[in-house]
């Protein structure tokens, strides 16, 4: 079975300052990579995904995340953190059984002054 | 483009009631999903359809939940009787198709409080 697994359910950074969430992944065959991002009281947005290709991916809002095989990896990364970044952030990973989506626990990233 | 509506956005019942949450997807998408969020865990799958057939409900709890998606558009989502284990917020979502890496456009979703 695949797995997403986020270390860190909280994250504070200061605006300005980088954004690493971090995620590995568990998979049995190459996996479809997804992030996430709820602000509170809403739905679930996609910011990027991975399937093939180019292992470094950009996605909206300054959001980038980069492949690694060797290591399980897809973390998510912005060189500069807004207030509007504030919201929580999962990972999820494509089973590869038709659109099945394994998410993560999440990680609630706080930005402040 | 309207997105994938939810209704209601709350709901308070009390255990062993019944309640329903409705869906309706983003106009032309085939394949619909409802996923249960619990506080503090990621969503978790419970249903998922493809027009109107269900193609995947390994992790519903049949005993008390059921969905049906008339028509291929809307859904419905019921639970009888609840359980105080299924307070969670309830996410509806839908994609073009129904294939590996599609991208799903989730709903605002329903937060059911069972007392």
């Known amino acids: 079975a695949q797995s997403v697994t986020q270390l860190g359910s909280h994250v504070s950074v200061s605006e300005g300052a980088l954004v690493l969430l971090r995620c590995n992944y568990s998979?049995?065959?190459?996996?479809?990579l997804f992030w996430y991002v709820q602000y509170p009281n809403q739905g679930l947005q996609l910011l990027l995904k991975?399937?093939?290709?180019?292992?470094l991916v950009k996605g909206i809002n300054g959001f980038e995340a980069e492949f690694k095989k060797s290591e399980t990896s897809f973390h998510l990364t912005k060189p500069s953190a807004h207030m509007s970044d504030a919201a929580e952030y999962f990972c999820?990973?494509?089973?590869?059984?038709?659109?099945?989506?394994?998410f993560g626990t999440g990680t609630r990233l706080q930005v402040t002054l | 483009e309207a997105g994938v509506a939810q209704s209601p956005r709350y709901k308070i019942i009390e255990k062993r009631q019944s309640v329903a949450f409705w869906c309706n997807p983003i106009?032309?998408?085939?394949?619909l999903y409802w996923y249960q969020q619990i506080l503090g865990q990621g969503p978790k799958l419970l249903i998922q359809?493809?027009?109107?057939?269900?193609?995947?409900d390994s992790q519903l709890p049949k005993d008390r939940f059921s969905a049906e998606r008339l028509k291929g558009v809307d859904s419905t989502l019921k639970i009888q009787p609840a359980k105080l284990e299924d307070s969670a917020v309830y996410l509806c979502?839908?994609?073009?198709?129904?294939?590996?890496?599609?991208?799903?456009?989730f709903g605002p979703g329903t937060r059911l409080l069972v007392l």
């Open positions: 991975y399937t093939t290709g180019a292992t």
């Open positions: 998979s049995s065959v190459p996996p479809y």
């Open positions: 979502a839908s994609s073009l198709f129904r294939g590996t890496a599609e991208t799903q456009y």
């Open positions: 999820a990973v494509d089973t590869g059984t038709a659109s099945k989506l394994t």
């Open positions: 106009s032309g998408h085939a394949t």
């Open positions: 359809f493809q027009n109107n057939g269900v193609v995947d």
